[in-house]
């Protein structure tokens, strides 16, 4: 069984860029959840997705959006990036409704360096 | 605003020795608790969870955790530490609510020395 991976490993951009990072789900997960862990902090909840709908989103601005596709791959997208949107990305899935009390299994995360 | 607290940034106990990483809530209802492990570049791991019933949990490598809920409290303890148990532990409450949201501690680093 394969668990949740991300791409790429690490990425630096510079501010006002675009950004896209990539998570594909644990093999049967059908909920997708995004987290800023910026350093020496606990991960921030970005949004959620199940079954390709947002389900829930953080104190997270616009520009901070997202997709899931059927295969409950996902995407985040981050637009005019900021300095302090310089962090690791933290992708994480799981089975069954949100609400679950499943836990959710974390992929090894995107660093992102804005300069 | 909901929130979980871990008062302690450090934990230091000696191999062998128990330990305990403390972790408190503001959550409403009935939340579901969880730990997680993180190691040195790599993302969070799981290691157990609270979802109703016995107040004390057991998970992997050893750990367990103690529900208290007039205390709001769901410590992370071990018998007996190992070196290798040296990580960054978080504490996690999700709402009994629509979404998955998972609201974390800011986290507490076990030393464990030898």
């Known amino acids: 069984e394969t668990g949740v991976t991300q791409s790429p490993t690490h990425l630096i951009k510079t501010r006002g860029q675009q950004v896209t990072l990539r998570c594909s789900s644990q093999s049967g997960h059908n909920t997708v959840s995004w987290y800023q862990q910026a350093l020496g902090q606990g991960p921030q909840f970005i949004f959620q997705y199940y079954r390709e709908e947002e389900n829930g989103r953080g104190n997270f601005p616009p520009r901070f959006s997202g997709l899931q596709f059927p295969n409950y791959s996902s995407e985040l997208n981050v637009n005019a990036l900021e300095l302090d949107d310089s962090a690791l990305y933290l992708c994480?899935?799981?089975?069954?409704?949100?609400?679950?009390?499943?836990?959710?299994?974390f992929g090894p995360g995107t660093r992102l360096t804005v300069l | 605003a909901q929130s979980v607290a871990q008062p302690e940034d450090q934990v230091n106990v000696a191999e062998g020795n128990p330990l305990t990483v403390k972790c408190t809530y503001s959550v409403s209802g009935n939340p579901y608790l969880f730990w997680y492990v993180q190691y040195p570049n790599r993302g969070l791991q799981f290691l157990l969870k609270?979802?109703?019933?016995?107040?004390l949990v057991k998970g992997s490598y050893g750990f367990e955790a103690e529900f208290n809920k007039s205390q709001t409290s769901f410590h992370l303890k071990k018998p007996s530490a190992l070196v290798s148990d040296s990580a960054l532990y978080f504490c996690a409450a999700k709402s009994s609510s629509n979404t998955g949201k998972l609201i974390f501690g800011q986290g507490t680093t076990l030393q464990v020395k030898p």
């Open positions: 994480a899935s799981s089975l069954g409704f949100p609400s679950s009390y499943n836990e959710q299994f």
């Open positions: 609270y979802i109703t019933g016995d107040n």
